[in-house]
């Protein structure tokens, strides 16, 4: 087979695997169809062959298991054993980050509502009703959330889409017209100082002065009495709130890249309300992340680094953190990881904690009667930095076919 002839194969084939999801039995029309116990049998899990092509492009870094990996002890580096350890834990990250007793914010967002098709997104179809949300910030900073209301509305559930460092929009129009043709409430979230939301922030020893900061300056706004993390932390949670006083939601998902998926790998670990997350390709254990081939080591930004956050990461390392967003009734996670990304977390250095993660998580949620799911899906289809269509299309399918018997 040509090299042309691959990449034409592949590529229908994640196009065909994303359009065929739209079709695909809907939460409300499973029940119906199976009582609402059973699961449906129907629409198997969609696979996809590794990308030849793109493969033969890369090093061998890409396709072994780097050395520094190599001996690391996984059940022993995870601290959580018990669901009662997720409960112990949780309290501990939120005090880092609001510098409080534990407690999310219980605030709600300035809402404007049928604004229209907001000029800063892309165009999505199906939309009845776009509203605004504002979360307002310390020194100034705001986030703005656009909420969309698909015509459609099988089901009472809602997803969170949260883009990353200023990555095209193409992965978040693709994934959010996704849910919305599934009839999902999708809201929108950009990272602090990225998209629509603004780039300047008031000194932190002097409010009449504006800077312009990056995230890797956001240290000089740490206090014993605030931690810049509120800024990337707060606008999911006081979004939840308006969510949840709003659409009185069944579940909300959450899906994410980059930084995004940073965000909807912290932010539900933090806050039990989300339901079901998929972040991509937007964190690795820190013992991993010298080994990643490109950038090496991948190190992240100011939020993701251990060294930047002593306090936050000497409570909970990675793995800790997949638990504690995974444990719980109907909870689950599927992390997501390119291994040809061009970015950032990429090659197989993950296989070195998958199977002891996912096996902590299902002890705890059988064994304590927690419940509780975590995953890992390897993406080689590409070599991009996207939520990918295959990649959408497992998503799709684990919220629409998977957790059909689920709220």
């Known amino acids: 087979m040509t090299s ?3 990449r034409s194969m592949l590529g229908t084939l994640g196009a065909a695997a994303a359009s065929a999801s739209v079709s695909w039995t809907l939460p409300g029309a499973a029940e119906a169809s199976t009582g609402g116990g059973d699961r449906p049998r129907s629409a198997p899990r969609p696979v996809a062959p590794v990308n030849a092509e793109v493969a033969a492009a890369h090093s061998a870094a890409y396709k072994t298991l780097p050395q520094v990996v190599v ?20 309290p501990r990250l939120v005090a880092q980050v609001w510098k409080s007793t534990g407690v999310l914010p219980d605030g709600l967002p300035e809402v404007q509502r049928d604004v229209g098709a907001p000029a800063e997104l892309p165009a999505f179809e199906g939309v009845r009703r776009y509203d605004r949300l504002t ?9 703005t959330v656009f909420v969309l209301e698909p015509r459609r509305r099988p089901h009472s559930r809602v997803a969170f889409y949260h883009n990353g460092h200023g990555e095209p929009l193409d992965t978040m129009q693709r994934t959010a017209q996704g849910l919305l043709d599934h009839g999902y ?20 020893n002097d409010p009449s002065v504006t800077r312009k900061p990056s995230h890797n300056d956001l240290g000089l706004w740490e206090s014993a009495k605030f931690s810049p993390l509120a800024f990337f932390l707060e606008p ?28 909807t790998t912290v932010y539900p670990a933090l806050d039990p309300r989300i339901t079901r997350s998929y972040p991509t390709a937007g964190s690795l254990p820190f013992f991993v992340r010298p080994g990643s081939p490109k950038p090496s080591p991948t190190r992240g930004d ?32 599927m992390q997501i990881l390119n291994r040809f990304d061009e970015c950032c977390f990429n090659g197989v250095g993950h296989r070195s904690y998958e199977a002891a993660v996912r096996q902590r998580i299902a ?7 927690a419940g509780g799911h975590w995953e890992l899906l390897e993406d080689a289809t590409h070599g991009q930095h996207q939520i990918s269509p295959f990649a959408l299309s497992v998503i799709l399918w684990d919220l629409d076919i998977n957790c059909a018997h689920l709220p």
């Open 4 to 6: 042309v002839n691959r």
């Open 363 to 369: 002890v705890i949620g059988g064994g304590d009667g």
């Open 185 to 204: 409430v999708v809201l929108l979230f950009a990272m602090p100082f990225y998209h629509w939301n603004p780039t300047t922030l008031q000194d932190p």
């Open 236 to 263: 999911p949670a006081v979004a939840m709130n308006h969510v949840r006083a709003t659409y009185r939601p069944s579940s909300v998902q959450m899906v994410g890249l980059s930084g995004g998926g940073w965000t």
């Open 71 to 90: 001996g690391v002890d996984v059940e022993e580096l995870m601290t959580i054993h018990t669901a009662a350890d997720v409960q112990a834990m949780r």
């Open 135 to 143: 979360v307002r910030l310390p020194f100034g900073l705001y986030s």
């Open 302 to 333: 100011w939020e993701q680094r251990q060294d930047m956050q002593p306090g936050f990461y000497g409570v909970a390392d990675f793995p800790d953190i997949y638990a504690l967003a995974s444990v719980g009734p109907n909870r689950r996670q």
